[in-house]
């Protein structure tokens, strides 16, 4: 019973069984069991490389989660959050480092701070949280359709500054050798150990906000998504909790970036432009909007697509290339929002509550599209 | 009990009294007191000077014809909508102009005519986005489990699901919101807003769409909700309903007052009568 608090011990559950996936998948790569590593389990389409960036983007799709599936509340500009935690990452480790602030200062960040660049996500995260504070004020008070243009133009805005930054930003061509992670002297490098710090990372703000779904402020940001006009006669500062979840989506989105920027080691504008911000959005459907769980599999579903397209299209479209796969995303996200409209997770739950009641319980709406859907199949 | 609403309320950092925020006097008997209420919509008048007492611990009744204006004085007194012209006081304090969740934290309430459950929650859950206002709990105490925010949320079930049994649905804690009847729900939206601990509570059409024996219940709940130390407010078009429970009642027609009253009073007056079965000569002159 939800009332007497099992579903708390669910969280840790859940994220527990998720970390020993990770060890285990990050224990193959390791130690390669029969000589075989990662990417031979999926018979080399996905690589471990791309487990790191499911990582990585789980942490901001888990953002997206929060405000559009808890709080109802739509960005389409997301990508030029998580573009602010990697630019603020590869400015403040290179360029300001470098030459800006030991210019001015000789010495003042000596070689060996090596809790500079840790320094710099926290920077990051501070920053993007600031911008998204300043925007959304204004921006909160749009609703729906109003919202998502807003936001769309929001993160264009961005994209665009961070593209015409000339010297400052790099423009195109961005911002090269940024420094690996590392904790004294211990390198967070090569991979493996870098796919241990992003999961860990990405485990971490999971169970977070699951805790923050299922508290105080978690039920007054579903009881915006659920009635704005009953939440705020209620006494929910519905104004307050927007901002709020809007910018802690941020805040995930730039950890994500600044992530990303010690990863890739090169940052330009090209992954965030408002096809990352769509591909984010497409991520976050598929897994399920109103589902934290939802995100890693969102995110994975994507990629491991995303390199199929890439390894065996051209193969079925001749001339087609890795460019091509915004089609078949687009009509992905047509098929979710058709068959599918609370995503992957609420689907599978969705079927095995139908096995085992024979539609007897329902849960919110869509459930009886659900059901026919499953029927179906069935 | 008065004491622990102080205390939850001075924890919560909302404002204490209506006192704090407005600086006014608290009149003798009156909760509410509205005064000249106008509301146009474009060049529609909705409320057309409106003015009339609400007093502390009573049940009253506003009633009238569809479009009569009812709702929208819900609306304005729960700051939903803003006011065209003229004042409301509660507590003594002129309230319109403030934010809904303001209003709320002073102490006013209010159910829905067209039913706002939150529909992506448990029943519980519904009830326990009602003691938001008496608990204060932020984001990183959430997000963290810090243990006070878990002593507040064990708080919150707790009284959540003694709410859920004043009406009657401790039982159905668990269920989807939207999987309780129609019925149930109206009972769930009241349960939500007592759990707000309110000293006016606004209900809108409580028993539209309910049976006769629903009514009943309805009518002895509305009592027992009285009986807590809440003033009642309460907009209905079943006559015979609204005849059984108000103590006092206020007729509306096309956005003015036009009778106000006991309910035998009510009955007997011909403006009234004429509203009701719609005498096109008395309404014309």
């Given at each position: 019973m939800r009332t007497e608090g099992w579903k708390r011990h669910q969280t840790s559950i859940g994220i527990g069984v998720l970390a020993i996936v990770v060890l285990v998948l990050g224990w193959i790569e390791m130690a390669e069991p029969m000589g075989l590593d990662f990417s031979d389990l999926t018979g080399g389409i996905v690589t471990f490389d791309t487990m790191v960036r499911v990582g990585i983007l789980t942490i901001v799709v888990v953002g997206l989660n929060l405000l559009m599936g808890h709080a109802g509340q739509i960005s389409l500009g997301q990508a030029g959050f998580y573009a602010i935690g990697a630019y603020v990452s590869a400015i403040m480790t290179t360029r300001a480092a470098n030459r800006g602030i030991n210019v001015l200062f000789p010495g003042a960040i000596p070689k060996d701070w090596w809790w500079w660049p840790w320094l710099m996500i926290f920077a990051g995260m501070v920053v993007t949280g600031g911008v998204a504070y300043l925007i959304g004020k204004p921006i909160l008070s749009l609703r729906g359709h109003y919202l998502a243009m807003g936001t769309l133009g929001v993160g264009l805005i961005i994209f665009v500054l961070f593209r015409e930054g000339s010297t400052f930003t790099g423009a195109f061509d961005g911002i090269a050798s940024v420094p690996r992670l590392s904790i004294g002297s211990f390198e967070i490098w090569p991979r493996d150990r870098y796919y241990f710090l992003v999961w860990a990372v990405a485990l971490g703000i999971m169970w977070l906000s699951l805790n923050i779904v299922d508290s105080r402020v978690g039920r007054a940001l579903r009881a915006i998504e659920g009635s704005e006009v009953a939440a705020n006669t209620i006494g929910v500062d519905i104004d307050k909790?927007?901002?709020?979840?809007?910018?802690?989506?941020?805040?995930?989105?730039?950890?994500?970036?600044?992530?990303?920027?010690?990863?890739?080691?090169?940052?330009?504008?090209?992954?965030?432009?408002?096809?990352?911000?769509?591909?984010?959005?497409?991520?976050?459907?598929?897994?399920?909007?109103?589902?934290?769980?939802?995100?890693?599999?969102?995110?994975?579903?994507?990629?491991?697509?995303?390199?199929?397209?890439?390894?065996?299209?051209?193969?079925?479209?001749?001339?087609?290339?890795?460019?091509?796969?915004?089609?078949?995303?687009?009509?992905?996200?047509?098929?979710?929002?058709?068959?599918?409209?609370?995503?992957?997770?609420?689907?599978?739950?969705?079927?095995?509550?139908?096995?085992?009641?024979r539609g007897v319980l329902r849960r919110g709406g869509g459930g009886e599209e659900m059901e026919s859907q499953v029927e179906q199949a069935a | 009990m008065s004491g622990a609403r102080q205390l939850s309320r001075r924890e919560s950092g909302c404002p204490s009294s209506v006192d704090d925020v407005t600086g006014g006097e608290v009149a003798e008997n009156g909760i509410l007191e509205v005064g000249n209420l106008r509301k146009e919509f474009g060049g529609l008048m909705a409320l057309d000077d409106v003015s009339f007492d609400v007093k502390r611990g009573e049940i009253l009744s506003i009633i009238g014809p569809n479009g009569a204006g009812k709702t929208t004085i819900f609306n304005l007194i729960s700051g939903v909508l803003p006011t065209t012209r003229g004042e409301i006081r509660f507590e003594g304090g002129v309230i319109n102009g403030l934010k809904p969740h303001v209003i709320a934290g002073l102490g006013v309430s209010r159910t829905f005519q067209n039913l706002q459950i939150f529909n992506n929650m448990t029943v519980v859950e519904n009830v326990m986005v009602g003691r938001h206002l008496r608990s204060g709990y932020g984001m990183i105490s959430a997000g963290l489990r810090l243990p006070g925010g878990q002593r507040e949320e064990n708080e919150i079930v707790k009284q959540a699901l003694e709410h859920l049994a004043f009406v009657g649905l401790d039982s159905m804690a668990d269920m989807g919101a939207s999987s309780l009847p129609f019925g149930q729900q109206r009972l769930l939206e009241i349960a939500r807003a007592m759990a707000t601990e309110p000293t006016l509570l606004m209900l809108d059409e409580p028993g539209a769409g309910l049976n006769r024996p629903e009514k009943e219940a309805l009518d002895d709940l509305v009592h027992r909700i009285r009986d807590?130390?809440?003033?009642?407010?309460?907009?209905?078009?079943?006559?015979?309903?609204?005849?059984?429970?108000?103590?006092?009642?206020?007729?509306?027609?096309?956005?003015?007052?036009?009778?106000?009253?006991?309910?035998?009073?009510?009955?007997?007056?011909?403006?009234?009568?004429?509203?009701?079965?719609?005498?096109?000569?008395?309404?014309?002159?």
């Open positions: 909790f927007k901002l709020q979840v809007f910018v802690l989506s941020t805040v995930y989105a730039s950890i994500g970036g600044s992530l990303y920027a010690h990863y890739q080691t090169l940052v330009n504008p090209a992954p965030f432009g408002f096809v990352g911000s769509l591909d984010l959005v497409i991520m976050a459907a598929l897994g399920g909007l109103a589902s934290v769980w939802g995100a890693p599999f969102g995110v994975g579903i994507i990629y491991a697509i995303k390199e199929i397209l890439r390894a065996r299209l051209h193969q079925v479209l001749h001339g087609a290339g890795g460019e091509h796969e915004i089609i078949v995303f687009g009509l992905l996200l047509v098929l979710i929002m058709i068959f599918m409209p609370q995503g992957l997770s609420f689907g599978v739950t969705k079927a095995f509550g139908w096995l085992r009641t | 807590r130390g809440v003033t009642v407010l309460l907009v209905e078009h079943d006559m015979a309903f609204v005849m059984g429970i108000a103590e006092r009642i206020i007729v509306l027609d096309y956005g003015e007052k036009i009778a106000e009253g006991t309910p035998g009073e009510i009955q007997a007056d011909p403006k009234v009568i004429a509203a009701y079965l719609g005498d096109e000569e008395i309404r014309l002159t």
